[in-house]
């Protein structure tokens, strides 16, 4: 995987969270825009789990707890949802955690409660296996 074919992969998840948006308006519930959003990424093509378990390991130890991620797609960039008024620095570091925790190098925060989502509700982040990548 490179970097270009992750981020073209991130512009069509962009461009399926924008026809959500523009279906359903501002103001519902993180869940209604989880369903709409899988299957607008489904019928452009593209892989998605949702709502999948990953294993926490803590000091080496699996423990009896699990994470649960919102939207993984492509099994290459995970996608956080988020319905609120305002994309706070907590947002942030939970999708870098979950990054970090996954080893998936990109991952995009998607907040649907605005009036634009590229304007002012999406952040996409990538941590330093993102770097590594090959650019093409």
């Given amino acids: 995987m490179t970097q270009k074919e992750l981020n073209d992969i991130a512009y069509d998840i962009v461009g399926c969270a924008i026809e959500v948006h523009k279906q359903l308006g501002p103001g519902l519930l993180e869940s209604v825009y989880e369903e709409c959003l899988i299957e607008e990424i489904k019928r452009n093509g593209m892989l998605v789990e949702s709502q999948e378990k990953i294993p926490l390991i803590y000091k080496g130890k699996l423990l009896n707890t699990e994470l649960k991620l919102d939207i993984v797609v492509n099994n290459c960039i995970i996608v956080e949802l988020k319905s609120v008024e305002a994309i706070h620095p907590v947002h942030k570091a939970q999708l870098l955690t979950y990054l970090k925790l996954t080893?998936?190098?990109?991952?995009?925060?998607?907040?649907?409660?605005?009036?634009?989502?590229?304007?002012?509700?999406?952040?996409?982040?990538?941590?330093?296996?993102?770097?590594?990548?090959?650019?093409?």
């Fill in 103 to 136: 080893g998936i190098a990109k991952g995009l925060l998607i907040n649907f409660n605005c009036d634009n989502i590229v304007k002012s509700g999406l952040v996409p982040l990538v941590t330093d296996k993102f770097a590594e990548l090959k650019k093409e």
